[in-house]
């Protein structure tokens, strides 16, 4: 090799961090690509950093010609720079700074005042002290914003399906439900990740149980709220004011009626845009930089077990048992923990998560992986006969599955399977009533085709591509199926 690596940046960073790079590669900083001129360009660099603003589609990966060897997400646990709580802390301040702009109408008023106009009574505004905030998505954002706005003097509250109520009462909020939460808050601010079930999350429903005059904030991603449902909601009245980072579309189209709402406070999508954020962490990238990596041949014998595990963490695990006949030195475990992090935390999260950031992001979320080995005879040829994992005190999605201990074990091979279900593809599981032809109902719901359907009480349906969100929608309506839990 020798040559310095070229390395593309597609979206702006600070300066601080281009230094960096130039220090050791070829910088290209190309703003602003189109999809087709990053497929080009691809293919004579090395490696890509990318912000929110660049989807890296299969496309991009193909067309990269094996050149390509390490893609940056600048600010999300990447390899060069890796500012995560900087990050953060840039979006949660920003979430507070819309949240008080808002209820003192600052950005109005600024631009009457610029054009010329002395309105007093005009924006007369509302007090923060004492009113209830209800953070929704208790993540490293949200818990960040909570913990500003106790500071003012708010009363929060917070909804997040998968955060640990002793994190939440650490700070001094307490976890609630979605409808209470929107119900009896008066500021409603949103930090979850952006996923199928996520999407639209606030729409007219959700809008028509909230406190008349409500406000909300939006530091997360556009596609949480349904903007015309948000729009109707604004003109009846029901939402006083919204401040909104995010967007659907990006930038909007022009005469976006959000934008342009009188009591709407917009910025471009400026929440990790701060000077602190754009810069790299020594201490952490040093981390990334000598994290341990897996050997290569460590990594091609372990490959059919990386999807395996990461399959498993989807389910919420607790103890993972490797079954092997290797000694303890010669398997190296840490590829498929990260994994398993990886399926556990990657559905529920907007963290993606790599060998490098997995046990950090892990302990972060106060999740342990307790691991051990039972140990086989016979011969060592494959590095392992099974992977078991355990998982107690599941919030059940799926209670029926549970013992009367509260405890779920799977077990997974690579092959061949000896649990019910093959972990391979998609799965759709419904429990449901146990009558007939609900098989039958279930598959005409869903696009897919559907491979070896097996009825129980609990029906296990393989699918051979990821379910469409319409799909998984219809089945959750049928009255016979009593809950059901998309994609292991
Ligand atoms: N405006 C901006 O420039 C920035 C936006 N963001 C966005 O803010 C959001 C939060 O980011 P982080 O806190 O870093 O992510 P995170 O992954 O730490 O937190 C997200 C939280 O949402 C929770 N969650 C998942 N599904 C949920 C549901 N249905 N209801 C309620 N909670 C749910 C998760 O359990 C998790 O605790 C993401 O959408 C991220 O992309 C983050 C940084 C800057
Ligand atoms: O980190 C995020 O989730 C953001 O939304 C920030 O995006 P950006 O790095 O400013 O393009």
Not at 50 to 73: D, H, I, P, Q
Not at 241 to 270: S, W, Y
Request: aromatic share 4%; hydrophobic share 45%.
């Amino acid at each position: 090799m020798g040559a310095k690596p070229t390395v593309l940046v597609a979206e702006k960073l600070g300066e601080a961090g281009l230094e960096v790079l130039k220090g050791f590669a070829n910088v290209d900083c190309s703003y602003n690509l189109t999809q087709e001129e990053l497929c080009t360009k691809i293919s004579l660099c090395d490696a890509l950093i990318v912000r929110s603003g660049t989807k890296v589609s299969r496309e991009v990966f193909e067309s990269s010609g094996g050149r390509l060897r390490v893609v940056g997400r600048a600010g999300h646990g990447c390899l060069v720079v890796n500012a995560p709580t900087a990050n953060t802390v840039a979006a949660a301040e920003h979430g507070i700074a819309l949240l008080t702009a808002m209820a003192r109408n600052i950005a109005q008023a600024d631009a009457s005042l610029k054009a010329g106009k002395w309105l007093r009574s005009k924006y007369v505004g509302v007090s923060l002290v004492g009113k209830t905030l209800a953070v929704m998505g208790f993540g490293k954002v949200g818990s960040e914003v909570a913990r500003r706005a106790k500071g003012l003097g708010m009363h929060v509250i917070a909804h997040d399906p998968y955060a640990s109520a002793d994190r939440a009462r650490a700070i001094g909020v307490d976890l609630v439900s979605f409808d209470e939460a929107i119900s009896t808050a008066e500021f409603i601010s949103l930090h979850m990740p952006l996923t199928p079930s996520t999407s639209k999350i606030l729409n007219d429903e959700a809008f028509a149980k909230m406190k008349t005059g409500a406000r909300i904030i939006n530091v997360a991603r556009g596609g949480v709220i349904d903007e015309d449902a948000l729009v109707r909601a604004l003109d009846s009245g029901k939402v006083a004011q919204a401040a909104l980072d995010v967007f659907t579309e990006e930038p909007p189209a022009p005469g976006n009626k959000l934008v342009l709402h009188e009591r709407v406070t917009v910025t471009p999508h400026l929440g990790a845009s701060t000077m602190e954020a754009q810069v790299p962490k020594g201490e952490l990238s040093s981390t990334a930089v000598n994290a341990p990596m897996v050997p290569a041949e460590v990594l091609s014998e372990l490959a059919p077990y990386v999807i395996l595990a990461e399959k498993l963490g989807r389910l919420a695990v607790q103890l993972v048992s490797y079954a092997t006949a290797r000694a303890p030195d010669d398997l190296d475990t840490r590829l498929l923990r990260a994994m398993i992090t990886k399926g556990l935390i990657e559905p529920i999260s907007s963290v993606f998560i790599n060998l490098v950031n997995a046990d950090f992001t892990a302990k972060q979320r106060g999740v342990r992986i307790a691991e051990e080995r039972i140990l086989l005879d016979g011969s060592p040829e494959n590095p392992l006969d099974y992977i078991q994992v355990q998982i107690a005190h599941v919030e059940s999605k799926f209670a029926s599955a549970m013992s009367d201990s509260g405890e779920i074990t799977v077990e997974g091979r690579v092959g061949s399977f000896q649990v019910d279900v093959s972990l391979e593809g998609s799965i759709i599981l419904c429990r449901q009533v146990d009558q007939p032809g609900m098989i039958g109902r279930v598959g005409a719901s869903s696009a897919s085709r559907m491979i070896a359907p097996r009825k129980h009480a609990v029906m296990a349906i393989g699918v051979d591509e990821e379910p469409h969100p319409e799909a998984l929608k219809k089945i959750g309506e049928i009255p016979a199926i009593e809950e059901f839990c998309e994609k292991l």
